[in-house]
T-cell receptor, first 117, second 113 residues
Framework: DVKVTQSSRYLVKRTGEKVFLECVQD?????MFWYRQDPGLGLRLIYF???????EKGDIPEGYSVSREKKERFSLILESASTNQTSMYLC????????????????FGPGTRLTVL | KNQVEQSPQSLIILEGKNCTLQ??????????LRWYKQDTGRGPVSLTI?????NTKSNGRYTATLDADTKQSSLHITASQLSDSASYIC????????????FGTGTRLKVLA
C-alpha cells in the first residue's frame, strides 16, 4: 500500500515564525502536492511538483514556498506565518498523470492541523 | 471555468437508512471522476473511480453513478453505518490544463444511532 506521511499531526506556531511541513511518500511517485483545506472551501492547491527540483504554483501560492530535493520528500515552507494560514494542510502523491487510468489516483497523508497564534 | 459542485453540504441520517450524494461538474474534457471519503482529522481515501465511459461502480455498500451527458454523478450509500460518518469529496480529473484535479467542497454526512 502507498503510504504518505506528514511530519506532524498538530502544530502551533506564532505569527512571524518560519514553519516547515514535511511530507514523505514511499511508492516512488513522480508527482507530489500540497493542499490546504478550510471549512466550506474544500481543498485548494498550493504547490505541486512533478519531478525532483521541479515545482509549479497552484491556486494559492502566496505566502508559501516548497522544496523537493529528493523524489520521496516534498516540503512546504511558510516563510513568515500569519494567522490566516491557520488551516489543515494535506500532502498527496500520485504515480503520473496519464488521464483515463487509475495511475493518476492521489494518495493523501493524514494532514497537519496548523494553528498560528 | 472548470468547477465541481456537491450537494447537499451536510446530511444527517439514521443508521440503517440509505442516502444519495450529488456531484455536478463543468469540467470538460475529463478523464475520470473519483469519490473520496475523508474521516474527521484524516486525509481523503479513494472510494470509487469512473472513466467517462463508465456508468456505475460499486465498492461494498457504496455505489457511484455517472451521467457524462448531463455531467452529473451520485454516490449512493446503502444500509448506512455509524462508520460512514465522514465527508465525501467528488474529484474530477481534467485532461488538459497545468494541473488537473478539480475538487468539490464535499458533503458532510452524519449517521446517528
Amino acid at each position: 500500500d502507498v503510504k504518505v506521511t506528514q511530519s506532524s499531526r498538530y502544530l502551533v506556531k506564532r505569527t512571524g515564525e518560519k514553519v516547515f511541513l514535511e511530507c514523505v511518500q514511499d511508492m516512488d511517485h513522480e508527482n507530489m502536492f500540497w493542499y490546504r483545506q478550510d471549512p466550506g472551501l474544500g481543498l485548494r492547491l498550493i504547490y505541486f511538483s512533478y519531478d525532483v527540483k521541479m515545482k509549479e504554483k497552484g491556486d494559492i501560492p502566496e505566502g508559501y514556498s516548497v522544496s523537493r530535493e529528493k523524489k520521496e520528500r516534498f516540503s512546504l515552507i511558510l516563510e513568515s506565518a500569519s494567522t490566516n494560514q491557520t488551516s489543515m494542510y494535506l500532502c498527496a502523491s500520485s504515480l503520473e498523470e496519464l488521464g483515463g487510468t487509475r495511475e493518476d489516483e492521489q494518495f493523501f497523508g493524514p494532514g497537519t492541523r496548523l494553528t498560528v497564534l | 471555468k472548470n468547477q465541481v459542485e456537491q450537494s447537499p453540504q451536510s446530511l444527517i441520517i439514521l443508521e440503517g437508512k440509505n442516502c444519495t450524494l450529488q456531484c455536478n461538474y463543468t469540467v470538460s474534457p475529463f478523464s475520470n471522476l473519483r469519490w473520496y471519503k475523508q474521516d474527521t482529522g484524516r486525509g481523503p481515501v479513494s472510494l470509487t473511480i469512473m472513466t467517462f465511459s463508465e456508468n456505475t461502480k460499486s465498492n461494498g455498500r457504496y455505489t457511484a453513478t455517472l451521467d457524462a451527458d448531463t455531467k452529473q454523478s451520485s454516490l449512493h450509500i446503502t444500509a448506512s453505518q455509524l462508520s460512514d460518518s465522514a465527508s465525501y469529496i467528488c474529484v474530477v480529473t481534467a485532461t488538459s490544463g497545468t494541473y488537473k484535479y478539480i475538487f468539490g467542497t464535499g458533503t458532510r454526512l452524519k449517521v446517528l444511532a
